[in-house]
């Protein structure tokens, strides 16, 4: 159903205005497809597969107005692939939301411009064993957290990276999910697993010189956010549905990106959505103006300065803060503190800018955490207990731990043999030493040395 306007775009003798014609129609119908087979919002759901009440927390407007951004950036760069209309672009583009809540995603992004939307209330998984998959250009989803979903979904999306990187094409991916998922080993085996499909492929994902060289960077991830007062990384507030058992949802989601290509598009992705319209403090006249970043912040500060306000600017504190660079409204440019701009998105290329901006532990904070915390200690003890035990039951399973026998290594002594010896044995330079049976020496042909006696040569 979904590869429709696949076939028309085809080389043919129909007039580009048909095709046209036929690809809003298709759409249209498709869209309206999708609406039918999701439900309506908010109401009772009956979902054909199995849920969790917790997962029941659906992505907010704000979220996806702030990644619309890297959809128009992608539908344009494919339009003109395709030799299609630059301004049908958006309205064309399929963007596919496997995990289904309340089907509001397909509204949501048909207000924002993209009418093609698939958020089906189907099985993702048993769609995934049965081939049925619909065509798409953009993945993009808010997943549920529980259980093992994460580790589906990316062991799946390294397949269809896979796919798309023999192909030479591209295939968008944007994930919504809290902020600690960068920081857990499951993330850092997709990171690497993506790594080894451009590798494979010659695919070059690596940053342009400046940017970071974290695993994330080289292999085009980056994370994108909302920027709030004082530049600082703003929460989204998901829409709860009944029955999640929480009123607020207890993490700091962010879109993690990837999958636009070379270094060269993803950096323009970068741009694309970091150049969202924000709102400067301009020390001058003591107001805020709107103005564009030019670029991402690289490296926030977790801790800014004061925040800024109509009545001026507090001082300073600690070290020196990073600068964005900015274009106003009427053209001109300035370089801005962080802490000077509000609104907009927040763009960061590595996990190292996320840790800076405190939406990612350290290393070491992890380690401290460990140590301190009552809990994370008593939970880091029971995991230690726990491996000790899966051990002892695979020694049992082998028959206990293995014991050397005694009987392995045999020697026989050679009454005979030493009785013609008389005189000691006056061995020569680099002659073996090792100890000698009726096999020969004990290190057989792992000994460097002479098994010939120099001295018998000698005589």
Same mark, same amino acid.
């Given at each position: 159903r979904n590869g429709s306007s696949d076939a028309l775009a085809a080389d043919g003798p129909a007039p580009r205005l048909a095709r046209q014609a036929g690809e809003a129609l298709m759409g249209r119908a498709e869209a309206e497809a999708e609406r039918e087979e999701g439900g309506e919002d908010g109401a009772e759901q009956d979902w054909p597969f199995e849920v969790d009440d917790g997962d029941h927390f659906e992505t907010p407007r704000e979220a996806f107005e702030d990644i619309v951004p890297l959809l128009r950036c992608h539908a344009r760069r494919r339009a003109v692939e395709r030799q299609l209309p630059a301004e049908d672009a958006t309205s064309q583009l399929r963007v596919y939301d496997p995990y289904f809540c309340t089907g509001r995603s397909a509204t949501l992004l048909g207000e924002l411009g993209f009418p093609r939307v698939i958020?089906?209330?189907?099985?993702?998984?048993?769609?995934?064993?049965?081939?049925?998959?619909?065509?798409?250009?953009?993945l993009m989803t808010n997943?549920?957290?529980?259980?093992?979903?994460?580790?589906?979904?990316?062991?799946?999306?390294?397949?269809?990276?896979?796919?798309?990187?023999?192909?030479?094409?591209?295939?968008?991916?944007?994930?919504?999910?809290?902020?600690?998922?960068v920081g857990k080993a499951l993330f850092h085996k997709f990171l690497k697993g993506l790594a080894e499909v451009y590798a494979s492929t010659g695919v070059e994902a690596a940053p342009k010189a400046g940017m970071a060289t974290a695993a994330d960077s080289r292999v085009g991830v980056f994370y994108v956010c909302r920027r709030g007062q004082g530049g600082r990384p703003l929460k989204y507030v998901f829409d709860h549905v009944r029955g999640a058992g929480l009123a607020d949802c207890p993490f700091f989601g962010l879109w993690i990106c990837g999958g636009f290509g070379d270094a060269a598009a993803t950096h323009r992705a970068v741009l694309r959505v970091a150049r969202g319209e924000a709102q400067g403090f301009w020390p001058a006249d003591g107001s805020w103006h709107s103005c564009r970043p030019r670029g991402p912040l690289a490296e926030p500060l977790a801790e800014p300065p004061p925040v800024a306000t109509a009545a001026g600017v507090g001082e300073e504190e600690g070290g020196e803060e990073p600068e964005v660079d900015v274009v106003w409204a009427d053209g001109t440019q300035r370089a801005l503190p962080a802490h000077h701009l509000s609104g907009g998105r927040l763009v960061f290329t590595s996990s190292l800018a996320l840790e800076a901006a405190g939406l990612l532990r350290s290393a070491e904070d992890i380690k401290?955490?460990?140590? *301190?915390?009552?809990?994370?200690?008593?939970?880091? *003890?029971?995991?230690?207990?726990?491996?000790?035990?899966?051990?002892?039951?695979?020694?049992?399973?082998?028959?206990?731990?293995?014991?050397?026998? @005694?009987?392995?290594?045999?020697?026989?002594?050679?009454?005979?043999?030493?009785?013609?010896? *008389? @005189?000691?044995? @006056?061995?020569?330079?680099? @002659?073996?030493?090792?100890?000698?049976s009726a096999q020969g020496c004990s290190r057989g042909d792992k000994c460097r040395f002479s098994h010939v006696n120099d001295a018998e040569h000698s005589e």
């Amino acid at each position: 159903r979904n590869g429709s306007s696949d076939a028309l775009a085809a080389d043919g003798p129909a007039p580009r205005l048909a095709r046209q014609a036929g690809e809003a129609l298709m759409g249209r119908a498709e869209a309206e497809a999708e609406r039918e087979e999701g439900g309506e919002d908010g109401a009772e759901q009956d979902w054909p597969f199995e849920v969790d009440d917790g997962d029941h927390f659906e992505t907010p407007r704000e979220a996806f107005e702030d990644i619309v951004p890297l959809l128009r950036c992608h539908a344009r760069r494919r339009a003109v692939e395709r030799q299609l209309p630059a301004e049908d672009a958006t309205s064309q583009l399929r963007v596919y939301d496997p995990y289904f809540c309340t089907g509001r995603s397909a509204t949501l992004l048909g207000e924002l411009g993209f009418p093609r939307v698939i958020n089906r209330r189907r099985d993702f998984y048993r769609d995934i064993a049965e081939g049925a998959v619909p065509k798409f250009d953009v993945l993009m989803t808010n997943p549920p957290y529980s259980s093992d979903h994460k580790k589906r979904l990316f062991d799946w999306i390294l397949e269809r990276q896979r796919g798309a990187a023999a192909r030479g094409s591209r295939e968008p991916f944007a994930l919504l999910l809290p902020s600690w998922t960068v920081g857990k080993a499951l993330f850092h085996k997709f990171l690497k697993g993506l790594a080894e499909v451009y590798a494979s492929t010659g695919v070059e994902a690596a940053p342009k010189a400046g940017m970071a060289t974290a695993a994330d960077s080289r292999v085009g991830v980056f994370y994108v956010c909302r920027r709030g007062q004082g530049g600082r990384p703003l929460k989204y507030v998901f829409d709860h549905v009944r029955g999640a058992g929480l009123a607020d949802c207890p993490f700091f989601g962010l879109w993690i990106c990837g999958g636009f290509g070379d270094a060269a598009a993803t950096h323009r992705a970068v741009l694309r959505v970091a150049r969202g319209e924000a709102q400067g403090f301009w020390p001058a006249d003591g107001s805020w103006h709107s103005c564009r970043p030019r670029g991402p912040l690289a490296e926030p500060l977790a801790e800014p300065p004061p925040v800024a306000t109509a009545a001026g600017v507090g001082e300073e504190e600690g070290g020196e803060e990073p600068e964005v660079d900015v274009v106003w409204a009427d053209g001109t440019q300035r370089a801005l503190p962080a802490h000077h701009l509000s609104g907009g998105r927040l763009v960061f290329t590595s996990s190292l800018a996320l840790e800076a901006a405190g939406l990612l532990r350290s290393a070491e904070d992890i380690k401290r955490r460990q140590e *301190e915390n009552p809990n994370q200690r008593l939970r880091h *003890e029971r995991a230690l207990a726990a491996l000790e035990r899966q051990r002892a039951s695979a020694r049992e399973a082998k028959g206990g731990k293995r014991k050397r026998s @005694t009987g392995q290594r045999r020697y026989e002594k050679h009454e005979e043999a030493a009785a013609a010896v *008389e @005189t000691p044995l @006056t061995l020569g330079k680099g @002659t073996c030493r090792h100890f000698f049976s009726a096999q020969g020496c004990s290190r057989g042909d792992k000994c460097r040395f002479s098994h010939v006696n120099d001295a018998e040569h000698s005589e």
